[in-house]
């Protein structure tokens, strides 16, 4: 069983940027994909960012590329997503997911994903 953790979340202005962390429990860590997905408020869930068990392969959703960057740090057992140039359409809860599958690939199904957090809200002003 793994648990995750989130943190780094608040309110910030447009423009601005968040580091938002995941930590994981488990000493299995590094054997899973990890990914960020977000909700907004009367929306559906929607994938955000994944990356591999190793690190080597990143994925993002057309809405954050170029602004966000997804990493992690096995030796901590923690996942981080950088976001930059926040926009008011951010705004959300932020889950963060650990997937089984070592490499999820595009187009970030969140069916593929185990483990869940509870999630870390996200709120960009205009």
């Known amino acids: 069983q793994v648990q995750l953790v989130e943190s780094g979340g608040g309110l910030v202005q447009a423009g601005g940027s968040l580091r938002l962390s995941c930590a994981a429990s488990?000493?299995?860590?590094?054997?899973?994909?990890m990914g960020w997905f977000r909700q907004a408020p009367g929306k559906e869930r929607e994938f955000v960012a994944a990356?591999?068990?190793?690190?080597?392969?990143?994925y993002y959703a057309g809405s954050v590329k170029g602004r966000s960057t997804i990493s992690r740090d096995n030796s901590k057992n923690t996942v981080y997503l950088q976001m930059n140039s926040l926009k008011p359409e951010d705004t959300a809860v932020y889950y963060c997911?650990?997937?089984?599958?070592?490499?999820?690939?595009?187009?970030?199904?969140?069916?593929?994903?185990?483990?869940w957090g509870q999630g870390t809200q996200v709120t960009v002003s205009s």
């Open positions: 997911a650990g997937s089984r599958v070592r490499d999820p690939g595009p187009p970030g199904l969140s069916a593929l994903y185990d483990y």
């Open positions: 488990g000493r299995t860590f590094s054997s899973y994909a």
């Open positions: 990356i591999s068990w190793s690190g080597g392969s990143t």
